[in-house]
């Protein structure tokens, strides 16, 4: 089971059990002693009752977000203007990875003629290259902030992988350090977990031309 998917049956569970506490509780209330009555501002808290994680709650995911959307439209173009240059089917589908050896495979089904020219012209752009490898650093980690800190807002569970990812300097939370640390833990982690959890250690763009 994926630690994500663990916080949500966590948060589901939580958000049930707080409506059955407000559907059993009793119209008049008992006296409260002074600790009871004791002020607590509801953004100090989730609903666990555990302090929200502040650094990560500042997060500027949509800048991230921004970032890699660039570079996969990018990457997204030059593909479809070499199914264009070579006169494949507009229907095929494509898929770039890096090899063991650290250049760039295509995956087509197409001649294999046509599939190492468009493979040789992706390796000797620079721009391209440039482009895929930070997608394959930042876009996994962009996923795995977007949908930690959706839980979080939805229920109020914090994830202990988020918050060890956060710095609470701001100043050192940018997508590349929070990619490099993200990385680091995914090296950690065995090939099996990780498929687990829904992760995959290795990264591919995939691309259908008529999408």
Do not use: C, W
């Not at 989730?46 to 709650?57: E, F, I, R």
């Not at 090296?187 to 008529?210: H, K």
């Amino acid at each position: 089971m994926s630690l994500l998917t663990s916080l949500a049956r966590m948060s589901a569970g939580l958000q049930q059990a707080a409506s059955q506490r407000s559907q059993h509780q009793p119209e008049a209330s008992p006296a409260k002693s002074p600790a009871d009555t004791l002020s607590v501002s509801p953004e100090e808290v989730t609903l666990s009752g555990a302090p929200l994680p502040k650094a990560s709650s500042r997060l500027a995911i949509g800048q991230y977000k921004t970032t890699v959307g660039q570079d996969s439209h990018y990457v997204r173009e030059t593909l479809r203007h070499k199914i264009a240059e070579y006169g494949i089917h507009p229907g095929t589908r494509l898929s770039v990875s890096k090899s063991p050896e650290g250049t760039l495979a295509l995956q087509a089904a197409i001649p294999a003629e046509k599939r190492q020219q468009i493979e040789q012209d992706l390796n000797n752009t620079q721009a391209f290259r440039e482009a895929f490898q930070r997608l394959s650093t930042h876009e996994p980690t962009v996923a795995f902030v977007d949908t930690a800190m959706k839980l979080n807002k939805a229920y109020g569970v914090s994830n202990p992988l988020l918050d060890s990812l956060v710095s609470e300097n701001d100043h050192f939370n940018g997508l590349g350090d929070l990619s490099h640390r993200y990385d680091s833990i995914r090296r950690m982690v065995g090939a099996e977990q990780l498929e687990a959890a829904g992760t995959r250690q290795d990264y591919a763009f995939s691309l259908n031309a008529r999408a």
